[in-house]
């Protein structure tokens, strides 16, 4: 009964990390409205809300390029960190991975402001080493969640990562405003953000564990788990060399890596810059601007935890396969919010603007019933290797997005909004064009069924 609650620490802990990473890279974008007021004021952009700041933080001569460098920092190496990390947790297990992921972007995240002031290319530094620390943070929880939760289980805790991540985003966006504000200035955001990490790392130090059987707890009955079959499963399969030719080979991973990389190039482009998108084209002040994106990742984080109820209970009750229900999940969490950021561009109404936004961001949280789920289902086994390896194309969007964005808003193609609706027909083109890869190639068949079929013969 102990590591039924137990698992759910973990799972509570997990949820809590994942915030932790968004309170970083949301908490970047609104900070860069404030730290940019220079950039603004020279470019006479009348219609913009940073004219006046209370505060007496220092501000930078940033252009839209160098500030899209500066927000995709985070993601420079962050796209391959993932996959070697995860054949390393498969070794070495995954608790202090884990520490690892929260430790670093907390004192990384202190510095920035005086990192700052000191040299902007430093900054990029700091930006990059904030993401190779927080790539510890995904494939960990994945392994971990694969140790601790049986099959029925896991896509709930799965989805818990993504609603944390939408609750770091709604805490930094909802009290981002409010922290520019002050006489400190967007400095405060870094170290308020930075601050949010230090309960965490206490609170893993204790509780943390890579397997049911290694708690601090464990001479209380342990057995009764539901899901220490699947841990002592893989145990055994612990050892065993990682599929990477059937990985290559499998269309269920290439149709996650080209979804994920469609939508986490939409949804990178919009956490990054729809606050200077709401600053610059509807004059929206910071408070408001924090609130309204607060609002579109409840939205997200609504779905996010909704979704995989939906999904399991369409295949359980109404006996919808699992590969249909995760392709029709994924078709709202894709084609949706395509058809949202394509009447973005079309309307110039503020409240209209706000509800397609937060449309976009609602539908898009029920991936967690679709590909986001599919990784524990088609690749058990290798979830850790697998799910590294399937983000590369989506992380990498991290740092593509703010960046195309920048050189289009620098770029000499039309007025202001022409420029920002091309950045949103962008988005849309490669959320359906991901979405179409997705529907071709998604399979839910498991990787290496012949290798561990092989293998448990030869156990036995």
């Known amino acids: 009964m102990l590591t039924i609650q137990r698992k759910w620490i973990i799972s509570m802990l997990g949820i809590y990390s994942c915030g932790l990473m968004y309170v970083v890279r949301a908490g970047i974008s609104v900070a860069m409205v404030r730290m940019t007021m220079v950039k603004n004021e020279n470019d006479n952009l009348s219609n913009s809300s ?26 420079y190496l962050y796209w391959i960190v993932p996959t070697i990390v995860g054949s390393l947790i498969e070794r070495y297990g995954a608790k202090w991975f884990a520490f690892i992921g929260v430790i670093g972007p907390c004192i990384l995240t202190a510095i920035t402001p005086w990192i700052a002031t000191v040299n902007v290319y430093l900054l990029i530094v700091v930006m990059i080493l904030v993401g190779v620390t927080q790539a510890f943070t995904y494939p960990a929880l994945f ?4 140790r601790w939760f049986p099959p029925e289980e896991l896509s709930k805790a799965n989805s ?33 953000s930075a601050a949010t990490h230090i309960p965490w790392l206490f609170l893993w130090l204790y509780f943390g564990s890579d397997h049911p059987d290694k708690h601090m707890d464990n ?48 949804f990178y482009m919009l956490m990054s810059k729809i606050p200077a ?30 979704a995989p109820y939906i999904s399991n209970w369409m295949i359980d009750r109404l006996n919808i396969s699992v590969l249909t229900t995760r392709k ?81 808003l620098d770029s000499n193609i039309g007025d202001e909004r022409f420029k920002w609706n091309v950045a949103f027909w962008i988005s849309a083109a490669l959320y359906f064009i991901g979405y179409l890869a997705f529907w071709f190639l998604c399979t839910n068949k498991k990787l290496g069924t012949k290798l561990m079929s092989f293998i448990r013969i030869i156990s036995n």
């Not at 940073?50 to 993601?75: C, K, M, R, V, Y």
């Open 143 to 146: 392994h971990l969640y694969v």
């Open 328 to 408: 029709l999940f994924q078709a709202v969490a894709m084609l949706i919010p395509c058809i949202c950021l394509l009447a973005i561009t079309f309307v110039y109404d503020k409240t209209i603007m706000i509800i397609l936004l937060i449309m976009a961001m609602l539908s898009y949280g029920f991936f967690t019933g679709g590909e986001w789920t599919m990784i524990s289902e088609y690749a058990p086994n290798f979830v850790g290797v697998v799910s590294g390896f399937i983000h590369i194309l989506g992380f990498m969007s991290g740092f593509l997005a703010p960046y195309i964005v920048g050189v289009i």
């Open 219 to 266: 001479d209380i009955n342990m057995k009764s788990s539901s899901s220490s079959s699947m841990m002592n499963e893989n145990q055994k399969n612990k050892k065993i060399r990682t599929p990477w030719l059937a990985i290559l080979k499998s269309g269920a991973v290439w149709s996650s890596q080209l979804s994920k990389f469609a939508c986490s190039y939409g």
């Open 50 to 75: 940073s004219s006046s700041i209370s505060s007496n933080a220092p501000t930078f001569d940033w252009n839209e390029t160098l500030q899209g460098i500066i927000l995709g920092g985070i993601f």
């Open 277 to 306: 998108y709401l600053d610059r084209l509807y004059n929206i002040n910071i408070v408001d601007n924090g609130f309204i994106c607060a609002a579109a990742f409840a939205s997200y984080g609504l779905s996010c935890f909704i």
């Open 160 to 192: 818990g990562i993504q609603v944390g991540a939408s609750l770091g985003g709604i805490i930094i966006y909802s009290i981002g405003g409010y922290l520019c504000e002050t006489t400190i200035g967007w400095p405060l955001v870094f170290y308020v």
